[in-house]
Nanobody
Framework: QVQLVESGGGLVQAGGSLRLSCAAS????????MGWFRQAPGKEREFVAA????????YYADSVKGRFTISRDNAKNTVYLQMNSLKPEDTAVYYC?????????????????WGQGTQVTVSS
């Protein structure tokens, strides 16, 4: 069983930055692919970014490419999402997710474990 706990959300003005963290339990965290998703009110959960176990391969949604950076520290069992140049349309609950197979998926259906989510609100 894997438990994921997100932190770092909050209220920020447009153009500002936030860094989300996702702490994971489990001895084999380093072999998991990790993803960040977000869900705004009335909308479906959407892919934001993902990273393979080694950290050498990262993937981003077009809407965040160049502004967000996903990274991981396997020694700390933690994955991060650095969000810069935030826009009001980035407002959502952000979730981290883990895929024990190590595969990167753009669909939330590809992930077995989820955190509880952290709210990010960007004011204009």
């Amino acid at each position: 069983q894997v438990q994921l706990v997100e932190s770092g959300g909050g209220l920020v003005q447009a153009g500002g930055s936030l860094r989300l963290s996702c702490a994971a339990s489990g001895r084999t965290f380093s072999s998991y692919a990790m993803g960040w998703f977000r869900q705004a009110p009335g909308k479906e959960r959407e892919f934001v970014a993902a990273i393979r176990w080694s950290g050498g391969n990262t993937y981003y949604a077009d809407s965040v490419k160049g502004r967000f950076t996903i990274s991981r520290d396997n020694a700390k069992n933690t994955v991060y999402l650095q969000m810069n140049s935030l826009k009001p349309e980035d407002t959502a609950v952000y979730y981290c997710a883990a895929d024990p197979t190590g595969s990167v998926n753009y669909s939330p259906l590809g992930y077995d474990y989820w955190g509880q989510g952290t709210q990010v609100t960007v004011s204009s």
